[in-house]
């Protein structure tokens, strides 16, 4: 069965850096999505992306975060200058053309800000 | 504000019996729901949702029951197995592809054997 698949698992970086999270999307996806969770918390919208602009973002997706789709099967999410609080699981998810088509999730990049 | 409310925190069952985790929600502009499934350190897995023009869906072991009126859902494991143990996650979104979706704080299920 076709995943989502994000790289890399784990992101250690010091505050200030800027780290890419990287995604595959499934391949005939058209809807593609950032969430992150925090250690305990809730899984959080960060951003929707559909035919390469953004449909909607959070007020988490602040001018720190940009996302792209570089070419035709990756999507990245920058963060341009890490802070402590943006240590998180930052995941991918993706959905098809249908209407009512569920997200599908990656595993995830555990971002940890030092 | 949170749209989507899962007010158990954790749930313990024994095995064979049957799982029950409720969600309610506040936004009437949802109509679609979807439950997920999650094991630490993995994303969410997609296990069933259910159209808001549905009451019931069933898939195998797995039931979601929706009522509109109340603005609540409901996921029935039966039976419940050890390998169901994990993190439920309910989570709707509104009309439209691109919409997001938005989710619940979870459950923990714990099938005892």
């Known amino acids: 069965e076709p995943e989502v698949t994000q790289t890399p698992s784990h992101q250690v970086t010091q505050m200030g850096q800027e780290v890419i999270l990287r995604c595959v999307p499934i391949?005939?996806?058209?809807?593609f999505y950032w969430y992150r969770q925090i250690l305990g918390q809730k899984v959080e919208f960060l951003v929707s992306?559909?035919?390469?602009?953004?449909?909607?973002k959070s007020e988490i997706f602040d001018d720190q975060f940009s996302v792209e789709r570089p070419d035709g099967s990756n999507f990245t999410l920058k963060i341009r200058s890490t802070k402590l609080e943006d240590s998180a699981m930052y995941f991918c998810a993706s959905s098809g053309r249908a209407g009512n088509s569920p997200l599908h999730f990656g595993n995830g990049t555990r971002l940890t800000v030092t | 504000d949170q749209q989507v409310k899962q007010n158990s925190p954790s749930l313990s069952v024994q095995e064979g019996r049957i799982s029950i985790l409720n969600c309610d929600y506040t936004n009437s502009m949802f109509d679609y729901f979807l439950w997920y499934k999650k094991y630490p350190a993995e994303g969410p897995t997609f296990l069933i949702s259910i159209s808001s023009i549905k009451d019931k869906n069933e898939d195998g072991r797995f039931t979601v029951f929706l009522n509109k009126s109340a603005k609540h859902l409901s996921l029935h494991i039966v039976p419940s197995q050890p390998g169901d143990s994990a993190v439920y996650f309910c989570?709707?979104?509104?009309?439209?592809?691109?919409?997001?979706?938005?989710f619940g704080t979870g459950t923990k299920l714990q099938v005892i054997p």
């Open positions: 992306f559909y035919n390469n602009e953004i449909s909607e």
């Open positions: 391949s005939n996806h058209l809807y």
């Open positions: 989570a709707a979104r509104g009309s439209g592809g691109y919409q997001k979706v938005t």
